[in-house]
């Protein structure tokens, strides 16, 4: 993870923002006792996905169940999934 200031993201904007691109990393810029992060728009819906997700209880409620069926050994062989 890089951090940089400001001033410095101001003057390599292009450059800063192509190595958040390549590296996939996240780019945190300090302005004093503040501060945003830059990171690939991709990395940001996949977040945006989870805490949708973590929001919906019922979803939340039916995975924790499946889980713990699957450790109780409370499994069904699929053979046709058309069959569903």
């Known amino acids: 993870m890089q ?3 400001i001033s410095a993201f101001r003057a390599g904007i292009k450059q800063f923002y ?4 390549l ?3 996240p780019l945190i810029i300090t302005k004093g006792d503040n501060g945003a992060v ?3 728009l ?3 819906n996949a977040m945006q996905r ?3 997700f973590l929001n919906n209880t019922k979803a939340v ?3 924790t169940e499946s889980i713990n ?9 699929i053979t046709d999934i058309d069959a569903l």
């Open 3 to 5: 951090v940089t200031t």
């Open 61 to 63: 409620r039916d995975l």
């Open 23 to 25: 590296t996939e990393e």
């Open 50 to 52: 989870r805490l949708e």
């Open 69 to 77: 069926q699957m450790r109780a050994g409370q499994l069904i062989e």
């Open 38 to 40: 830059l990171i690939p």
């Open 18 to 21: 192509d190595n958040v691109l």
């Open 42 to 44: 991709k990395d940001y």
